[in-house]
């Protein structure tokens, strides 16, 4: 769960509450206090009325060699203390709740009617406080709740919160532009809740609530378990207090002021929460049930044990978180303001009235270069696709040209070989009638053979052979047209007179 830090401003100091809800527990993760240099400016005639040597007041008054101290060095440590303390959780993730109470808020009682819009309740409200005190109070300035039907406790802060500007300090010091402030609470009415919603009391009983600061202190009556009335914040505390006697005084000043007829029961936090002061409500309040405030409802096991007893000094910033858990809870309503600056400042995307007016031209302009946009990346998928496609394409076309070429040659090799062929079959054609006619020769004359047949240059033909007559040879000669009989030996063969001849002839190409 996200951290809760409260945060209460009490005179001189600033006391902080940092609180987490881990399913139905809420467990007080810390809490500390630190000095405040307080929100009040020194006034120069106040400064220079404690000086009594007149001749200093010159007209060549100079502030240079004043080495006053100046009221930034005290915030900037308060700032820093703070943000040290808080380094150990993430507060981008946390909810800051500053509480507010006197000088910084006011309230007023309202008795009419409440419209069932509560914005015009609340202008209703605000109406009647510039009537009647003359306050001029902006919407976002004022909260209230209601104590029975008919009467309801407005309370309304100044314009600028002290803890609100506190809070986007600590995240400036950590270099954030802000931190989420939930809302303001009043710490009157979150102590009533607080009380209210922890204790039981009976219906006709008439409680006091007294906290006990350092330097103020705050009177809260109820009715059984309702508001009753809120007395003026005391200017008394454990530091500036002589006799407890002041506050019954002022008890019973307010009880008269608010309509309270007794003490039924008086509820003590804060402080002070000695023996004495609990004897000394019984002594002037002896039919009244005086206890201490408890919180048996939070676990504290986190807090170191020495520090344990000092819870009931931080019941206001604590009571503050019960308050923002039970409105989430929805058990109860509280008060919520949270200034219009703060709402705007919190904004991831700060706008003027102008900015909204541009929105809608945004919107359609986003819209159509975001159109655009898709159009055109859906157009560029497209052509990446057909791109795809004709490059797959382009390399099926190369293995398709690489198999032509290979086929292509395979084609040129075929003519080469069928121009080859043709010109073996011319040839064979030819030496099949050259053969032939010699073959009918041999065949015609018995005594003529051929041992011995070269081819020479081109169509040229040389032939050995044997021939048992001269004449033949001559015939032979005579018969092939081209033959030229170069050489004729005379050689027995087989006690037979032969001849051995040597003949060139030329084949014929044409036929006869």
């Known amino acids: 769960m996200k951290p809760i830090v409260c945060i209460y401003s009490e005179g001189l100091e600033l006391k902080l509450a940092v609180l987490e809800r881990v399913k139905d527990k809420i467990i007080v993760q810390q809490y500390f206090t630190v000095n405040s240099s307080g929100n009040s400016s020194v006034d120069a005639t106040d400064e220079l009325g404690d000086f009594t040597d007149t001749s200093m007041l010159t007209d060549d008054l100079s502030f240079e060699s004043l080495d006053a101290p100046t009221e930034t060095n005290t915030i900037d440590t308060e700032i820093s203390e703070i943000a040290s303390k808080l380094v150990n959780y993430d507060l981008t993730k946390a909810q800051f709740i500053p509480v507010v109470t006197d000088p910084n808020v006011t309230f007023h009682i309202y008795e009419g009617l409440l419209e069932k819009d509560k914005k015009k309740t609340i202008e209703k409200i605000i109406s009647e406080i510039q009537d009647s005190k003359g306050y001029l109070i902006a919407k976002d300035q004022i909260d209230f709740i ?42 009157e009415v979150a102590l009533a809740n607080f009380v209210s919603k922890t204790t039981k009391f009976f219906p006709e009983d008439y409680s006091l609530i007294i906290y006990i600061g350092k330097e103020f202190s705050k009177l809260i009556f109820l009715e059984g378990q309702n508001l009753k009335h809120i007395g003026a914040t ?25 309509g309270i007829p007794r003490l039924d029961n008086v509820v003590i936090c804060g402080d002070d929460r000695s023996e004495n002061l609990v004897l000394s409500f019984y002594g ?31 019941s206001i910033p604590i009571a503050a978180a019960y308050e923002y858990y039970a409105e989430e809870d929805k058990e109860l309503k509280g008060i919520n303001i949270l200034p219009k600056y703060i709402i705007e400042n919190q904004k991831f995307l700060q706008f003027g009235w102008h900015s909204f007016a541009i929105l809608p031209l945004l919107f359609i302009a986003t819209f159509y270069f975001t159109y655009a946009i898709l159009s055109n990346f859906q157009e560029v998928t497209e052509l990446d696709n057909k791109i795809n496609k004709l490059e797959q394409l382009a390399i099926q076309n190369e ?29 064979t054609e030819i030496w099949g009638r050259t053969l032939e006619k010699v073959s009918n020769f041999v065949e015609r004359r018995r005594n003529f053979w051929v041992s011995h047949l070269e081819t020479r240059n081109n169509d040229n033909v040389f032939i050995k052979g044997f021939s048992l007559s001269r004449n033949v040879l001559t015939e032979f000669a005579e018969y092939s047209n081209s033959s030229i009989l170069q050489n004729v030996l005379y050689e027995p063969l087989r006690e037979k007179n032969a001849f051995a001849y040597m003949m060139n002839f030329k084949i014929e190409t044409k036929k006869e």
Do not use: W
């Not at 407005?154 to 402030?181: H, M, Q």
């Not at 008394?236 to 005084?249: E, K, L, M, P």
């Not at 409802?297 to 000094?313: G, H, K, T, Y």
């Open 399 to 427: 293995n398709i040209l690489t198999e032509m070429s290979t086929i292509s040659e395979r084609i040129s090799n075929f003519d080469n070989t069928q121009s080859i062929l043709d010109s073996a079959l011319a040839g």
């Open 146 to 187: 209601s104590l029975d039907d008919k009467t309801h406790l407005c309370v309304f802060t100044e314009p600028d919160v002290p803890g609100a500007n506190l809070v986007n300090s600590v995240a400036s010091f950590n270099g954030k532009r802000y931190y989420k402030i939930h809302s303001i609470k009043s710490a």
């Open 234 to 258: 005391l200017d008394i505390g454990i530091q500036n207090i002589h006799t407890y006697d002041v506050y019954f005084s002022k008890i019973l000043l307010e009880m008269e002021n608010g």
């Open 284 to 314: 002037t309040f002896p039919e009244a049930n005086v206890s201490e405030l408890k919180f048996d409802m939070f676990d504290i096991l986190a807090i170191p044990e020495e520090e344990r007893v000092e819870v009931s000094s931080y």
